[in-house]
């Protein structure tokens, strides 16, 4: 299964819009592009596995594997980049600003709806992430 993610890069945060199989899944929201420093950058362009993750604070979510230079790299709910993300992705289900979305919980939901089943029956999960109107 492969999920892409196509972003908009702005100084704010980073937008994008992740889908499967042509059909929108949600949009997203990471913070703004910093050279892939830890907790300030969002993540390169690049092909990613997916597993599932539960810690305390954010129970069950995804944790992107093999970044490079990069651990703990999660996808959580969140509303404002800036101040809620260390260069995870959050899934929102409406764009509101550079970086910033609303109902990120609702659009998490379904995400993991989709995905979970996947990785719960062994199949591989990956997510491209590339600039949008960028050729793959």
Do not use: D
């Not at 299964?1 to 992740?18: H, Q, S």
């Not at 969002?42 to 129970?59: H, L, V």
């Amino acid at each position: 299964m492969e999920i892409l993610l196509e972003r908009m890069y702005f100084p704010e945060g980073t937008n994008g819009v992740l889908s499967f199989e042509g059909k929108e899944i949600c949009k997203t929201i990471e913070l703004p592009w910093r050279n892939n420093q830890k907790r300030i950058s969002c993540i390169p362009e690049g092909k990613y596995k997916i597993r599932k993750r539960f810690s305390a604070k954010f129970k069950w979510h995804l944790e992107l594997t093999n970044v490079k230079n990069r651990t703990f790299i999660l996808i959580h709910p969140a509303n404002i980049a800036l101040k809620e993300l260390n260069g995870c992705i959050a899934p929102v289900t409406q764009l509101t600003g550079e970086g910033r979305g609303n109902e990120s919980r609702k659009a998490f939901e379904k995400l993991k709806k989709l995905v979970f089943p996947y990785l719960e029956s062994g199949f591989v999960v990956e997510l491209i992430v590339t600039q949008k109107n960028k050729t793959l």
